[in-house]
């Protein structure tokens, strides 16, 4: 008798106003057997987490349009959705230990796939 293990594919919800960016993120993370679904910017994000209950991890840049940046919507999630992952980048200036919310990782851009994928596995659960 053969045992199947049912592998769970886990959903990143990828932030950023630059869409090839995001897309082409989006194709390497699917590539690496994420499943994964895109915003343009904070409103977006939030809606997409209203109406998704299956999302793990958010991917967001800091600097995007809107009325909120990448900082503010990474405390929305901790608020909203403790759950949630948050893994926070940007080309500026590293964020202060402070200005981000608990639990959550950065990635300075320009970043590679396997430094994205080696924070995800750094969550607890997801080795």
């Keep these: 008798m053969r045992l199947s293990s049912t592998r769970v594919i886990r959903k990143i919800l990828i932030v950023d106003d630059e869409p090839l ?66 893994l926070i980048t940007t080309g500026q200036t590293k964020p202060e230990l402070n200005d981000m919310p608990d639990r959550s990782l950065f990635i300075s851009k320009p970043y590679t796939v396997p430094q994205i994928v080696g924070a995800i596995k750094s969550f607890p659960g997801w080795a």
């Design 21 to 86: 960016i995001a897309l082409a993120l989006a194709e390497d993370l699917e590539d690496q057997g994420y499943s994964t679904c895109l915003a343009s910017d904070a409103a977006d994000a939030i809606a997409i987490l209203e109406s998704n209950g299956d999302i793990s991890i958010v991917f967001t840049d800091i600097d995007m349009p809107g009325s909120m940046d990448g900082l503010a919507l990474a405390s929305a999630v901790r608020n909203r959705w403790p759950p949630v992952e948050i």
